[in-house]
C-alpha cells in the first residue's frame, strides 16, 4: 500500500510486539473503510518515510516493549522521525493525528512509546484532533481501548469532513445498528435455566471447561457496553488439489512462507534466516516444578559474528498441531483441502500475516498452525463475534453477557482461566462460525523472543522454562461445604514445548529465527562495578557477560567487581549454571554471588540466605549503596516484569536511601535538587527519579517480561 497525500486520506500506522496494535490497527482501517473513508494500513517501519511531510491524517496505535521500547517494527520509523525534526523546523505541519498507546503498568515506563511519539508529533508541527489514550493491559485494555474507539469516529469524521451519519455505507450502517441492539439486549428468559458453567466434557485433553457463573445474567432485564462487532475481512474458497504450494510441506518446521520472508524482510538488522537446532539439556531435578533447557541453535556464521551477550532471538513457532486439529473438528471442516484466502472487499487488504498465505493455495491446517495465535487472550471483540454466530439464544446471550459491562466481573474470570478459542467454541455448543471469520478475529501468531546466554564456539544457547502449567479456579457451583473446590485448568505455551520436542527427537530440525540486538549490553570502562539481579531464567544473560569477563580476564584486560544476585526455589532442585558460577567466582571472574532460596527454608535457614532476590538488595544497602553511589556501578535486571522487576525497583530504592541516611554527603552526588536548610536524608521519590535519571544514562538497564 502506498502514501496517499490526499487531505481527506486516513493513515492507520502501528508498532505492534505482540499482535495487540496491529489488530486493533486492521480493525479500524476496516471500519473506517466501511465509514466511507479513503484508508490504509501500515507497520510504522514500511510508512514510505517520504511521505511523513504530505501525511494529512493519521491514527497511530502503538505499544511499548521492554523497558519502554518501542517495538522492533517501529524502530527505523523512530530513527527517520528523529532525523526528520534535526532537519527542517516543524515539517509535520500538515498532519493532524490520533494516538492511542498500549502499555502495562507492571513496567515502570508506561506506555512510553505512545508518550515519546506524541511529544514529537508535536514538536515537528503535528496537532491532534482526537484526545490520546492510553491503555494498560496490567487492568484490561478494552477499558481503555473501546470508549476511545466509540469517540473515534465522530472526531475523525469531523477532521477529515466525512459523511454524516445518515450517508455512511451500508457496512458502517450496519456496525451502528449492531452496537445499539447489543447495548440494549433482552436477557431471554432461557438463561434462567441456564445458569452453570458451559462446557463440554473433556473428552479432548486440548480443551479445557471454563468456569463461569451466569448468575447475575439472570437477575438482567438488559445489557449495554458491548463493543462493535469486529468487520469481516477475509474470504476462503476452495482451491483444486493440485494448486496447493507444494513448497509449504517441505518442512514441518518452518512456515511455507518463509523463504519469502527471508528475502523480503524491509528491516536487515531483524531480517529472519533458517537456524539448526542442536541438542538440549535439562538444567533443573526431576523434581523441580519446572523444567527448564539449555538449547543449542547454529546460526549462520555471519549471523553468529553479529550476535552479542544480551542479545535475544526471535523463534517462529507453530500452534500445537493437536490444537489445530481440535479446532478443525469443532468447526467441522477439511483440514487438508486447499483453499485460496482473499480479503473479501476489495477496498480493504488483508493484513500482513494473512498476505503471507494469499499469494497460492494452502490447506486450511498450515493457516492455522502458522497464521493466528489460537492461545491468545480472548478480546471483548471476538466474544461479540461469537454471539452473531449462534443458533441458540442462551449461547448468544451468555456471550454477550460476558462482553458487556455487566459482565465484566465473568470476562475477568474467563482470562484469568487463559481460555482460547477451542475452549469458547466447546463452551458455547451452537455456535458454529466460519473459518474465514476465526481469521478476521484471532490475533496474529508472532514469534517469541529468548535472550541469548552463550555466543561461544559459533552457536547460540538459550535458557527456557517449558511452558506447561496448571491453574486452579474456584468452583463457584462447589456446595457449601467444599468451599475449598477447585478446577484444574491446565495449559502450555507456544514455542517452548514445541522446541522441547524437536530438540529430543533423533533428526536434528531446522527453524526460522530473527536476532534482536538491543541496549542490554555489559558496559564498556574499565574498571567499572557490575550488579545484576537475575533469579531463575532471568540468569541466562548474565552467563553471557560473564562468559565475555572472562574472556577479558585472561586477555588481560582490567575488568571491575560483579556482583550478581540470583534467586532460586531450592538449591537441590533448580539452581541453573550452578558449576559454572562456583567456577566463575573461584576464578575471580565474578567478585561476588548472593543467593536466594524461595521455596527452600532448610537451605535459607542453613546458609542464612533471602527468600527473594529484592530482599538480598535490601539486606546488602551498605555495600550495594557504596558500589552505585561512590562507584557509579551499572546495575542489569532480567526477569519477571509483574512481580520482582518492580520489587528490584523499591528495592533499589530503599538502598539509595538508607545509604545517603547513614551517608549524608552522598545526596550532592545523586544530582538531586538541593533542599531548603538542612540536608536530611532522600526521599522515596527522590530515589526513584534517580533510577529513572540512571535509566536514562544507561547506568540502569532492565530486560523485562510480563
Not at 490504509?40 to 517520504?50: E, G, I, Q, V
Not at 506506555?111 to 484532533?129: K, P, Q, S, W, Y
Request: charged fraction near 20%; glycine fraction near 8%; charge should be negative.
Amino acid at each position: 500500500m502506498g502514501a496517499d497525500t490526499d487531505a481527506k486520506h486516513v493513515a492507520f500506522l502501528y508498532a505492534s510486539q505482540t499482535g495487540n496494535a496491529e489488530t486493533i490497527s486492521h480493525q479500524l482501517y476496516a471500519s473506517s473503510v466501511h465509514h466511507g473513508h479513503a484508508s490504509s494500513c501500515h507497520a510504522l517501519d514500511t510508512y514510505p518515510a517520504s511521505a511523513l511531510p504530505t501525511l494529512h491524517t493519521a491514527v497511530f496505535i502503538v505499544s511499548t516493549t521492554g523497558d519502554g521500547d518501542p517495538p522492533d517494527n517501529a524502530l527505523k520509523f523512530w530513527r527517520t522521525l528523529r532525523r526528520t525534526l534535526k532537519n527542517k523546523d516543524k515539517p509535520l505541519g500538515n498532519l493532524r493525528y490520533a494516538l492511542l498507546g498500549l502499555g502495562d503498568t507492571n513496567y515502570s515506563n508506561f506506555c512510553n512509546t505512545a508518550v515519546r511519539l506524541d511529544a514529537m508529533l508535536e514538536e515537528a508541527g503535528a496537532r491532534r484532533f482526537y484526545e490520546k489514550g492510553l491503555a494498560d493491559d496490567a487492568t484490561g485494555l478494552e477499558d481503555v481501548v473501546e470508549p476511545w474507539i466509540e469517540g473515534l469516529w465522530p472526531a475523525l469524521n469531523e477532521a477529515v469532513g466525512g459523511k454524516a451519519a445518515d450517508e455512511q455505507v451500508e457496512g458502517g450502517e450496519a456496525e451502528a445498528e449492531a452496537e445499539a441492539e447489543a447495548d440494549a439486549e433482552d436477557v431471554d428468559g432461557a438463561v434462567a435455566a441456564a445458569v452453570e458453567a458451559l462446557s463440554v466434557a473433556q473428552t479432548q485433553p486440548v480443551h479445557q471447561r471454563l468456569v463461569v457463573d451466569y448468575g447475575a445474567l439472570a437477575q438482567l432485564q438488559k445489557l449495554s457496553g458491548a463493543p462493535k462487532s469486529p468487520p469481516s475481512i477475509c474470504a476462503l474458497t476452495p482451491a483444486p488439489a493440485a494448486a496447493s504450494d507444494s513448497s509449504s510441506s517441505s518442512s514441518q518446521t518452518l512456515p511455507p512462507w518463509h523463504a519469502a520472508l527471508c528475502a523480503e524482510h524491509p528491516d536487515a538488522l531483524h531480517q529472519p534466516f533458517v537456524a539448526r537446532l542442536g541438542a538440549a539439556r535439562r538444567l533443573t531435578a526431576d523434581a523441580a516444578a519446572k523444567r527448564t533447557l539449555l538449547l543449542t541453535i547454529e546460526p549462520p556464521a555471519a549471523e553468529h559474528a553479529a550476535c552479542r551477550a544480551g542479545d535475544a532471538i526471535n523463534v517462529y513457532a507453530p500452534n500445537n498441531g493437536d490444537l489445530v486439529s481440535a479446532l478443525l473438528e469443532r468447526l467441522g471442516v477439511a483440514a487438508d483441502q486447499p483453499v485460496l484466502l482473499a480479503a473479501q472487499d476489495e477496498r480493504i487488504a488483508l493484513p500482513p500475516h494473512l498476505q503471507r498465505f494469499s499469494s497460492a493455495a494452502h490447506t486450511l491446517r498450515q493457516i492455522l498452525l502458522w497464521a493466528v495465535d489460537l492461545t491468545s487472550p480472548v478480546r471483548k471483540q471476538t466474544l461479540r463475534a461469537l454471539a452473531e454466530c449462534c443458533a441458540d439464544a442462551g449461547d448468544r446471550d451468555r456471550l454477550l453477557f460476558l462482553c458487556s459491562r455487566q459482565g465484566a466481573a465473568q470476562f475477568d474470570g474467563v482470562r484469568r482461566q487463559a481460555a482460547h478459542i477451542v475452549d469458547l467454541l466447546h463452551a458455547f455448543p451452537s455456535c458454529h462460525v466460519g473459518a474465514a471469520r476465526l481469521l478476521d478475529l484471532l490475533a496474529p501468531l508472532q514469534p517469541r523472543a529468548y535472550s541469548v546466554c552463550s555466543v561461544e564456539a559459533g552457536r547460540w544457547q538459550v535458557a527456557f522454562n517449558v511452558a506447561e502449567y496448571e491453574l486452579e479456579i474456584a468452583d463457584p457451583f462447589a456446595a457449601a461445604e467444599e468451599t475449598a473446590a477447585a478446577v484444574v485448568v491446565r495449559r502450555r505455551g507456544v514455542c517452548t514445548p514445541w522446541l522441547e520436542r524437536l530438540a529430543t527427537r533423533a533428526a536434528s530440525a531446522d527453524v526460522l529465527v530473527a536476532r534482536r540486538p538491543g541496549h542490554f549490553h555489559l558496559a564498556d570502562g574499565e574498571g567499572r562495578p557490575v550488579v545484576m539481579v537475575g533469579p531463575g531464567t532471568g540468569v541466562a544473560p548474565f552467563i553471557g557477560f560473564l562468559e565475555q569477563r572472562a574472556r577479558e580476564k585472561q586477555a588481560g584486560t582490567p575488568t571491575g567487581p560483579a556482583w550478581l544476585f540470583f534467586g532460586c526455589r531450592s538449591p537441590s532442585l533448580d539452581h541453573l549454571f550452578d558449576a559454572q558460577l562456583s567456577s566463575w567466582l573461584a576464578q575471580g571472574v565474578l567478585s561476588r554471588l548472593t543467593l536466594c532460596f524461595s521455596r527452600d527454608e532448610d537451605a535459607r535457614r542453613q546458609t542464612g540466605a533471602q527468600r527473594y532476590v529484592q530482599d538480598a538488595v535490601r539486606a546488602n544497602a551498605e555495600e550495594l549503596g557504596r558500589l552505585l553511589v561512590e562507584q557509579h556501578a551499572v546495575v542489569y535486571v532480567c526477569g519477571d516484569a509483574r512481580g520482582m522487576g518492580p520489587d528490584v525497583n523499591q528495592a533499589l530504592a530503599d538502598v539509595l536511601c538508607e545509604y545517603v541516611a547513614a551517608h549524608p554527603k552522598a545526596r550532592a552526588g545523586l544530582g538531586v535538587e538541593e533542599r531548603g536548610g538542612e540536608e536530611v536524608g532522600l526521599s522515596r521519590a527522590e530515589a526513584l527519579q534517580v533510577l529513572v535519571r540512571w535509566a536514562a544514562e544507561k547506568r540502569y538497564l532492565r530486560d523485562l517480561w510480563a
